[in-house]
């Protein structure tokens, strides 16, 4: 979809181009089955011989280029940033970004546009690629900026096609949406208290700038909506884990493992004695009072290593990070005991090198990788994966 696809139904309307507004419209405008897809882009080939005809589409006037110069310094942050331009038409504006010294990334859906886009930014180092503009073939949070410019009406479902940009920004980025309502016997496009209102989900800020009276931006005096909506959404939320820690407590070459028992998750298996941390509590300290809590071993700061790290995801998609310490139970020293008999039915020492089958499956995978040596790792279930340990499952573990 080219950038301008919107402005030629305005254009229609009133500023010279001849384009008929609702040819334009069936063109721009894409089904949900897609099945307009052909003839949007047939559309957009064939206009664009003619698209830079149109003084804001050009910006051959070196006053009508100078005022879009002013404003895009306006909208983007200080460069160098990373701009991307979706639904890049012939690429003047992204050509005046790259002036600025903006890294540019621009998009169209036709052949033709995207041609002429790389002839005229040719030399400057900006990458122009063939795609859908609601769905851009790029990485998310790696823009500063999404620059669209007269697309966004057009699109079906356009508060999911916001949240798709929004998703493609680095944290602290932007949205700079060129729209408008253009007409006035049938107007075509997007109020602008309609996009601040698809845009409100996105949090953040959104500015309003109108546009209209600013003749120097159309070549030309016009009376219908035109604005730029600046969209800085709310910082998403910074991503949390649980942090647990597990006793990897031997007596030669066994280790004690407890068996869980009404606590609704996991039981009947075998786990090593492990624990949350609390509020404000370092790993060795929440190490220290879970093994006093749950075995009545009272251990020294100077009494644990720690042996492994591992970021494990359940099933259901939750996630933590665990942390394995190691720890010998001393010569002489008294033996474990069950002080939760309401979490645990029973404790026991297990060979390390013969684990048994029934334990839950993260505590194995942290003891099979602290067995080999591995220090590092990921365990990381899919949603159909049990709880417990199987034989004959997929291994998860992915050393780092």
Not at 9 to 29: L, Y
Not at 73 to 90: H, N
Not at 328 to 354: F, Q, T
Request: glycine letters at 10%; one cysteine or more.
């Amino acid at each position: 979809m080219s950038t301008d696809s919107g402005k030629a139904i305005g254009t229609g309307s009133g500023t010279g181009s001849g384009t008929d507004a609702s040819t334009a419209a069936e063109a721009a405008t894409v089904d949900p089955a897609g099945r307009k897809a052909e003839d949007s882009r047939r559309f957009w080939d064939e206009a664009a011989e003619r698209f830079d005809d149109e003084p804001d589409h050009g910006l051959r006037d070196p006053g009508v280029r100078d005022a879009w110069a002013a404003r895009l310094r306006s909208w983007l942050p200080a460069a160098p940033s990373d701009v991307l331009d979706l639904g890049c038409g012939t690429g003047s504006l992204a050509l005046l970004a790259a002036g600025q010294g903006h890294r540019v990334t621009a998009v169209d859906r036709s052949e033709r546009m995207a041609e002429r886009a790389r002839a005229k930014l040719a030399g400057t180092g900006t990458r122009v690629f063939v795609a859908d503009a609601a769905l851009p073939p790029v990485a998310p949070g790696t823009y500063d900026v999404v620059l669209v410019r007269h697309l966004l009406w057009a699109l079906p479902e356009p508060e999911k096609v916001l949240r798709r940009w929004a998703a493609l920004l680095r944290p602290g980025g932007r949205l700079v949406l060129v729209e408008g309502r253009w007409g006035a016997v049938s107007p075509v496009g997007i109020p602008a208290d309609t996009l601040a209102a698809l845009a409100a989900p996105l949090g953040g800020v959104t500015r309003i700038e109108q546009l209209g009276h600013a003749a120097a931006l159309w070549g030309r005096a016009v009376d219908d909506e035109r604005y730029a909506a600046v969209v800085s959404p709310a910082a998403p939320p910074r991503h949390t884990e649980i942090v647990d820690v597990h006793l990897v407590l031997r007596r030669g070459g066994e280790v004690l493992l407890a068996r869980r028992a009404g606590t609704g998750y996991a039981d009947g298996l075998l786990h090593a004695p492990s624990g949350h941390l609390e509020e404000g509590e370092d790993v060795r300290a929440g190490m220290i009072r879970e093994a006093a809590e749950e075995i009545g071993v009272h251990l020294a700061p100077e009494d644990l290593r720690a042996v492994l790290v591992m970021q494990h995801r359940a099933p259901s998609g939750h996630a933590r990070i665990g942390w394995f310490f190691e720890a010998e139970l001393p010569a002489g020293a008294a033996e474990p005991v069950n002080r939760e008999p309401h979490k645990c039915s029973g404790i026991g020492w297990y060979p390390l090198d013969d684990l048994p089958r029934d334990m839950v499956a993260y505590c194995r995978a942290g003891l099979e990788a602290y067995r080999t040596g591995r220090r590092f790792v990921l365990h990381l279930h899919e949603p159909d994966d049990p709880i417990a340990h199987d034989p004959a499952g997929p291994d998860r573990v992915m050393p780092l």
